[in-house]
C-alpha cells in the first residue's frame, strides 16, 4: 500500500525542500562575498555601501523575475551590507 510520503505531492514538497536548501547555501556564500568586500573597502576607507551595484544588482533580478525580483534583490542586498 502507498505511503502518504510516496506521493507525487510529496515528491515536490521535497524536492523543493532540496531547492530551498541549495538556495540557502548560495545566499550564505553570496554574504561571505560581500563581507570580505566589505572589509577591503573599509580598510580603504571607502564608504561600505556602493549604491551602484547594488542597483546593478537590482536591474538583473528585476529583469529576470519581475517586481518580485526586485524585492529578492533588496533582501540580498541588505544581507550584503552586513
Ligand atoms: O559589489 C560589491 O562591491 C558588494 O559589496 C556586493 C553588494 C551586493 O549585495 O551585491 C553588497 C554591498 C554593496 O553596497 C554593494 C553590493
Do not use: F
Not at 502518504?4 to 515536490?12: F, I, K, R, V
Not at 551595484?53 to 542586498?77: F, H, I, K
Amino acid at each position: 500500500m502507498p505511503r502518504a510520503t510516496d506521493s507525487p505531492t510529496e515528491g515536490l514538497h521535497t524536492h523543493i525542500a532540496e531547492l530551498d536548501a541549495a538556495i540557502i547555501e548560495l545566499v550564505r556564500r553570496r554574504t561571505e562575498i560581500c563581507a570580505q568586500l566589505t572589509t577591503r573597502r573599509r580598510a580603504t576607507g571607502r564608504p561600505t555601501i556602493e549604491l551602484a551595484r547594488e542597483n546593478d544588482v537590482l536591474q538583473r533580478y528585476s529583469e529576470a523575475l519581475g517586481r518580485p525580483g526586485a524585492s529578492l534583490a533588496m533582501l540580498l542586498t541588505e544581507l550584503g551590507r552586513r
